[in-house]
């Protein structure tokens, strides 16, 4: 199947940084509401931790390819998600 339209690689790349830069400036807001609170009570830790998992894989794909929209997202997306985890964990953890 082709594209409806052809882009440029340029054209390809700004909408790859776009597409990239709204996905992971979208858990800015989850990782200042946890730190914020010092609760991740409500966040899936098993969900975040597959989430984790695959976004280092992304961004290793995106190594392999040498798709730098693909490393920069995955990479970011990772220390925030990653940081969410580390705080649930911090946070949230039963105390003795």
Do not use: E, H
């Not at 776009?18 to 609760?39: D, E, H, M, N």
């Not at 597959?50 to 929209?69: C, Q, R, S």
């Amino acid at each position: 199947m082709t594209a409806p339209f052809a882009l440029t690689p340029p054209q390809l790349d700004l909408l790859g940084y776009l597409a990239a830069g709204c996905t992971t400036l979208s858990f800015v807001p989850q990782v200042w509401q946890v730190w914020r609170t010092r609760s991740a009570r409500d966040i899936s830790g098993v969900m975040y931790g597959f989430f984790v998992i695959g976004v280092a894989l992304w961004a290793l794909y995106g190594w392999v390819l040498n798709a730098w929209p693909i490393i920069l997202a995955n990479v970011t997306t990772l220390l925030l998600a990653g940081s969410v985890l580390l705080m649930k964990w911090r946070f949230d953890r039963p105390r003795r």
